[in-house]
């Protein structure tokens, strides 16, 4: 376990306080490589007598590790500080506004979750090849084990240096503890990058091809090492000190490798990326993998996200004011170049959707702006851009082949990584440090990505219209401040300008509460950021300014 805490007159070193981290047991007819881990240190010294037993305790890394990153931060920091969903309640709105500081309990979520990741991982990179190698156990299985490890640690630390810029690296903390080392230096930017991608490295060299369903293979770590070198080539057109422009070709090399030799195809469908029964789908490269076993074992992203009681059939559903932004929207449209794009209703529900996979017992379900119950109560409220959230909602046990969805515990699993994201990752490291591309491999990656939605190819693409396409296919999967952070190393005053461009308190209101159009658009009016209504006098929340002191995450305090 650590925690955090950083003074005014300490802002060189964080304080940890680390104890070992019990690896919890999993199991699951669903997850079937999640099983029995030891808890006690003790039987650690007579495990990993073999490869079961080493992959048993590997598989303590896949899912309820991540819960802490995964349950509020990863959305709050990656869909709603990105300006793509529109989301102004609490300590959870602070990520909307820009108004949190080192106090907020959700960014102390998040640095703690990546640490949990870290420690778990670090149980197994410390102990298990000794162990292992005194049982005899082959060496190509001991770096398959470490591969799984370091895959995780690497992505974790890989979060860190793009949320935060700077943290501290931590190797055998239980030497660290005996020998009462609990203060710890942040390291620098550069450090972390590069430890990342050392441990990446390390397993796309040692994982396997293949493995079962949810495990990560070589070709998940080549993929996350084509991202890792982009944020460094971008830095590098900006004018930084880190990366260079051959970081281009090498993240080119790892996402061409992965497209072509990996075996993984794009998905047939894009909604059905998001349907529980599709989720070991051939374009998943990497995704934590969530089971029905109660709270911390699942997603909660569907309780989080859910408008209403009717689309989740139990009483979790806390997303009814939760929407996408009229940024967003916009820019759907814009993208779309008049045709109707596949992926909006996988993404986000608008006026007259109808998805005949949710609420089957009712013959599934029609999004309304507003819905009455039959004595006329609004059982169903207007969100403030006339939208509701889609993705990551799965509707409940009957609809999901008796998985029991309940407990906010949605068995679907958080895409960390699909091969849809390489593709477009595969465009921008071949544009490189030009403003569009014209022909070649890079375009056609993109356009495949465009005719699964149902677009017109491009004959050339921009960079802005390709990061506009990434902010579409990725929408609501944590990723668009990934990208945005790209931006801002590429170009800091133009990803500053798209941030403070993007209005995102714009809001809808009711032109005259007493018309018949409540479940008409035509009955409600735009009313831009930081103005009033000219019709009922109603007040937009204020505009939110970017600033590049925003551009990075307070490190959290106690």
């Avoid at 490869?51 to 709603?80: C, H, P």
């Avoid at 195809?265 to 109660?294: C, M, R, T, W």
């Avoid at 909006?344 to 013959?363: C, H, L, P, V, W």
């Avoid at 465009?450 to 609501?476: K, M």
Wanted: with cysteine; net charge negative.
């Amino acid at each position: 376990m650590l925690t955090s805490k950083m003074t005014t007159t300490m802002k060189k070193y964080t304080k940890y306080f680390l104890t070992a981290v019990l690896l919890t047991a999993f199991s699951s007819c669903k997850e079937d490589f999640l099983e029995y881990v030891p808890e006690d240190r003790p039987t650690v010294n007579s495990w990993y007598r073999n490869k079961s037993e080493i992959r048993q305790a590997t598989a303590s890394m896949y899912g309820r590790v991540w819960w802490s990153v995964n349950d509020q931060f990863s959305w709050l920091a990656g869909d709603v500080m990105s300006g793509d969903m529109h989301h102004n309640w609490d300590a959870e709105g602070q990520f909307f506004y820009m108004s949190f500081n080192e106090s907020n309990q959700y960014i102390a979520q998040g640095w703690q979750g990546f640490y949990d990741v870290i420690s778990f991982a670090n149980l197994i990179i410390d102990d298990m090849p000794t162990i292992a190698s005194g049982y005899g156990v082959d060496q190509t299985v001991i770096n398959e084990g470490l591969g799984e490890a370091r895959f995780m640690r690497g992505i974790a630390y890989f979060m860190l240096v793009e949320y935060w810029g700077e943290a501290p690296i931590i190797e055998k903390a239980a030497e660290k503890v005996a020998k009462g080392e609990l203060l710890l230096p942040k390291n620098t930017t550069a450090s972390l990058y590069e430890f990342a991608r050392r441990d990446l490295v390390f397993a796309a060299e040692n994982l396997p091809v293949t493995d079962d369903p949810g495990r990560v293979t070589q070709w998940a770590a080549k993929g996350m090492l084509a991202k890792l070198h982009l944020s460094l080539a971008q830095r590098s057109v900006g004018g930084g000190s880190i990366g260079s422009a051959n970081d281009f070709t090498i993240a080119a090399n790892y996402a061409a490798d992965v497209i072509n030799n990996s075996g993984r195809v794009l998905n047939s469908s894009y909604e059905d990326l998001f349907k529980v029964q599709n989720e070991h789908n051939p374009e998943i490269l990497f995704a934590p993998q969530l089971i029905n076993g109660g709270w911390g074992f699942g997603s909660s992203r569907q309780a989080r996200f859910a408008r209403s009681t009717i689309v989740t059939g139990d009483a979790t559903a806390w997303g009814s004011g939760k929407c996408a932004t009229v940024s967003l929207i916009n820019t759907v449209s814009s993208n779309a170049g008049g045709k109707t794009d596949l992926r909006r209703k996988a993404i986000y529900m608008q006026n007259g959707d109808f998805y005949n996979y949710i609420s089957t017992e009712n013959g599934g379900y029609t999004y309304n702006i507003v819905t009455r119950d039959a004595d006329n109560n609004v059982i169903e409220g207007a969100t403030p851009t006339l939208t509701s959230l889609k993705k990551q909602i799965v509707g409940n046990d009957k609809d999901n082949g008796g998985y029991a969805i309940t407990n906010q515990d949605s068995p679907l699993d958080i895409y960390y990584l699909r091969l849809a994201d390489v593709y477009l990752l595969y465009a921008e490291a071949l544009m490189g440090s030009n403003n569009e591309l014209t022909s070649g491999p890079g375009l056609a990656a993109l356009n495949a990505v465009r005719a699964r939605a149902g677009l017109d190819p491009r004959s050339t693409v921009t960079y802005v219209q390709l990061f506009n396409e990434r902010r579409i296919e990725l929408a609501l999967e944590a990723q668009s401040w990934l990208d945005i952070k790209r931006r801002y190393y590429r170009n800091a005053t133009e990803a500053l300008n798209y941030l403070n461009a993007q209005n995102r308190t714009d809001m809808y209101f009711r032109i005259d509460s007493d018309d018949a159009f409540e479940n008409d658009p035509a009955g409600y009016e735009l009313v831009p950021a930081g103005t009033t209504s000219p019709n009922n006098n109603q007040n937009t929340d204020p505009v939110v300014v970017f600033t590049a002191s925003k551009m990075r995450l307070p490190i959290p305090g106690n």
